[in-house]
């Protein structure tokens, strides 16, 4: 019987143009229809695509389609999907039925090298990195009030993902990883693996690895195998949702549980999920629904936590320190209930004020002055959002500082008795507001939006 094994030369003659099925893959060929209509419906509103391009740090032009969608409530997070080695920005679609209807927009774009994108190369999340820097500058430029960007990536794409949350800036909140790989040496023998007939030595193997590292470095510049997104993983300090199917050979199982364990007690959220299928089958819709979960988990978290401060402070000296100036009024509001401050001074949570404990802010916040203003600080108010008209007059109040817009009562934020100064001070301080309100009054009336009645799509 014939020895059908391969021999030495064969093996090397076979990988000498193995390192293209790496950074030069076929590209994916589509079509803008493919995408689907520019404007649909959805049950809860509709969705409008909008179709664009930028350039990256290496003047290359990426193609890009984010999906936004219309509802009563502005949409003020993105979820920004990085496709596979091999995809592009149609691989996306299964994602719309799942985020669109939680009020997430949805971007997505070709990677240099792949697709419509212009390049020559895939490097494997190397320069991927600076193609999401560069979507991630023009959509902050453009769509400034999506404030809150989650990053979704596959394979490639979520090791890309992994890296750029590394050195992130505040505004990505969360990362899910689909498959990522922990380093390419791991991703390359595994393929070379999964190519040969019958079982190599190791040595083989190793010979083999090299020879594709080094026509990476000759053709396209870069030592791709330096990347390794599992170190990479540990300097990330948001929340990570890191999935992998259990048939997958590529990115096994139990190497992307590495990467798992380097940031799984960074945040309570973290979690690891697990699926059937293998590296390439569709996502299963369970997990699609245990990644929406968990950003829901984590965006309502950070609604109790880390909501921005409205504020309203006024100048004043207190009685201890007669340096300068000094800030000694603070309110934050947050939609959904008012603040409410209790006997010794500590803000408390209230209901809506539509809520059976919902009383008269104006009225409420006389009896409490002494405990919000005080000596050389102030108490802050803390609560959740309502678009009533009544919030709607107080956030207008805050962001003029001026009681304009509101009853007499309410003037006890300003009246300078309740401020720990004398009397020149209290003069300095009507005068700041005189001249405050001189001059919103000279600008157009706060014009506050009745409140709409929502009405279903689909009845």
């Not at 229809?33 to 990426?62: M, P, W, Y």
């Not at 002055?369 to 919030?391: D, M, V």
């Not at 009562?409 to 004398?422: G, H, V």
Request: aromatic share 8%.
């Amino acid at each position: 019987m014939a020895n059908t094994s391969p021999s030495f030369m064969d093996c090397l003659s076979r990988f000498s143009e193995s390192y293209k099925i790496f950074v030069r893959p076929r590209r994916k060929v589509y079509s803008l229809s493919d995408l689907g209509a520019r404007e649909f419906v959805i049950t809860s509103g509709r969705v409008v695509r909008h179709d664009f391009t930028v350039q990256n740090v290496q003047g290359k032009t990426l193609f890009s389609s984010l999906f936004i969608p219309r509802m009563s409530k502005p949409c003020t997070t993105v979820i920004v999907f990085l496709h596979q080695n091999g995809g592009a920005r149609v691989d996306c679609l299964p994602l719309l039925e799942h985020v669109l209807p939680q009020n997430f927009a949805l971007l997505t774009f070709d990677f240099s090298g792949s697709g419509q994108s212009e390049g020559d190369w895939v490097t494997l999340g190397y320069n991927e990195r600076d193609d999401v820097t560069a979507v991630l500058t023009h959509m902050g430029k453009v769509y400034a009030n999506l404030e809150n960007i989650v990053l979704w990536g596959r394979s490639m794409g979520a090791a890309t993902a992994l890296m750029v949350a590394s050195k992130a800036s505040v505004r990505i909140k969360a990362v899910i990883a689909d498959s990522p790989f922990a380093s390419l040496s791991q991703v390359s023998l595994a393929h070379m693996q999964g190519c040969m007939a019958a079982p190599l030595p190791s040595f083989i193997l190793k010979l083999i690895l090299e020879l594709v590292r080094n026509q990476i470095i000759k053709n396209v510049g870069i030592d791709l195998f330096e990347l390794s997104p599992k170190d990479d993983a540990k300097n990330i300090n948001i929340p990570v949702l890191i999935g992998v199917a259990r048939g997958d050979e590529l990115t096994k199982p139990e190497q992307v549980r590495e990467i798992f364990d380097s940031v799984k007690e960074k945040t309570p959220f973290n979690r690891f999920v697990e699926f059937e299928g293998d590296h390439a089958s569709p996502r299963p819709g369970d997990f699609y629904h245990q990644a929406i979960h968990f950003l829901n988990e984590v965006f309502a978290s950070k609604k109790k936590e880390g909501i921005p401060l409205v504020t309203i402070s006024l100048q004043g000296q207190s009685s201890s320190n007669k340096t300068g100036p000094q800030r000694i009024a603070s309110v934050e509001v947050l939609p959904q209930t008012r603040p409410s401050i209790n006997s010794s001074g500590q803000a408390t949570p209230r209901q809506s004020i539509f809520g059976s404990q919902a009383q008269d802010f104006s009225s409420n916040a006389k009896a409490h002055s002494k405990s919000i203003f005080h000596e050389g600080g102030c108490q802050t108010a803390r609560a959740k959002p309502n678009y009533s008209i009544f919030n709607s007059r107080f956030d207008a109040l805050l962001r003029s500082e001026t009681p304009s817009n509101f009853d007499d009562s309410s003037k006890l934020l300003i009246e300078s008795s309740y401020f720990k100064t004398d009397e020149r001070e209290n003069q300095s301080a009507k005068k700041m507001i005189v001249a405050r309100r001189e001059a919103r009054n000279k600008e157009p009336p706060i014009q506050v939006p009745k409140p709409k009645v929502r009405r279903p799509i689909f009845s």
